[in-house]
């Protein structure tokens, strides 16, 4: 059996605890320990959902990969003997991009109960406007914590899935541009 997944990699695309092989565009890697997979423990992890696999990211790589070998099915990842890397993004910007997409869902809640409150707002527009190279890292530094609170604000399941949905397609795009 295989199953499509995602995995997050780190900035340099090598196995973390010590392992250190490169992450490679259509390598397939293997699990080499001696005991069974388990989840959290031992074997090649990935999730079905990327909005899942982003709560395990060491970094900013964002690969898609298929699972095969012996797979072993948690709550919201997969641990498996193979994992094959069909193609991976550096996803810093999508990852900029999605955070402030979610922070602007739930301004309407933000503002509703601090509607002279603007911290939010300006500072997903100076996370935009660093993203296009128009503002320095000081003022981003100056603006953005305040969005965090906004961004959490309404997250519920049915959040969760609009950012599911949201993440997805910023990444598939980004993928499609790199090609």
């Known amino acids: 059996m295989k199953i499509k997944?995602?995995?997050f990699a780190t900035n340099d695309r090598r196995l973390g605890y010590g392992d250190g092989r490169l992450v490679v565009k259509g390598r397939t890697l293997k699990y080499t320990g001696k005991k069974p997979i388990m989840m959290c423990t031992r074997g090649l992890h990935a999730s079905e959902r990327l909005i899942d696999a982003?709560?395990?990211?060491?970094?900013?790589?964002?690969c898609r990969v298929e699972l095969s070998g012996e797979i072993i099915r948690g709550d919201d990842k997969l641990c498996a003997t193979e994992r094959k890397c069909l193609w991976w993004i550096d996803g810093e910007a999508v990852l900029w991009e999605m955070a402030c997409w979610s922070a602007e869902q739930a301004l309407p809640i933000w503002e509703k109960y601090y509607p002279d409150d603007r911290r939010p707002r300006n500072a997903i527009k100076a996370r935009r406007g660093w993203l296009k190279g128009e503002v320095s890292?000081?003022?981003?530094?100056?603006?953005w914590d305040a969005a965090r609170d906004a961004a959490w604000a309404a997250a519920g399941d049915a959040a969760r899935d609009a950012q599911e949905r949201k993440f997805t397609t910023l990444v598939m795009a980004a993928h499609r541009k790199q090609k």
């Open 54 to 62: 982003l709560r395990y990211a060491p970094g900013n790589i964002i």
């Open 5 to 7: 997944a995602w995995h």
């Open 137 to 143: 890292d000081q003022e981003l530094a100056a603006a």
